[in-house]
């Protein structure tokens, strides 16, 4: 049930982690990150993790610094021999930063290259990959000034 995190996506350059933990003093509730819905938002707490099961959601009103925008399968490049093994951190990423750009305007209102705020992703782990049929790539749309305290669906932020 682990999850690799793909790095946060900047406009020129690649920033933070996506993090989470259960141990959080943060006010919300510790949900699977299969369970997580579009829509949902988040905080994350200060420790960096390479994996995570759980993330802890929070009410969109409230404070909070990470939103979900799109769930989508992971699809192998053109020309790739369909296999069913793990094609590896780097092939998830490049995939996870083309589908979420792709899908950030739609939701947020706006072209990511002209939004003041930013998106990071999670992507499936070796580990779920092959126990849980994992292929799920989850995108999120993200602030790294101040917190966000409503949905940014249509903000055109």
């Known amino acids: 049930m682990l999850r690799a995190i793909g790095a946060l996506v900047a406009i020129a350059a690649v920033g933070a982690l996506l993090t989470a933990c259960s141990g959080s003093k943060t006010p919300g ?15 994350a707490p200060g420790e960096v993790q390479a994996e995570l ?15 979900a925008y799109a769930i989508t399968d992971y699809a192998a ?4 021999t369909s296999s069913d093994a793990y094609p590896g951190a780097d092939v998830l990423s490049v995939f996870a930063k083309g589908a979420c750009a792709q899908q950030y305007k739609p939701y947020v209102g706006v072209d990511y290259l002209d939004s003041s ?12 990959w ?11 749309v993200t602030t790294t000034g ?12």
């Open 117 to 128: 705020l930013f998106f990071t992703y999670l992507f499936p782990s070796a580990r779920s």
């Open 77 to 80: 490049p053109s020309g790739a």
């Open 130 to 140: 092959e126990q849980d049929d994992d292929r799920k790539v989850i995108c999120f």
């Open 146 to 157: 101040a917190p966000l305290t409503g949905s940014v669906k249509g903000s055109m932020k």
């Open 53 to 67: 099961s759980k993330i802890k959601r929070v009410p969109c009103a409230a404070q909070h610094v990470r939103e």
């Open 29 to 43: 509730t510790n949900v699977s990150v299969f369970d997580i819905k579009v829509g949902d938002c988040f905080n």
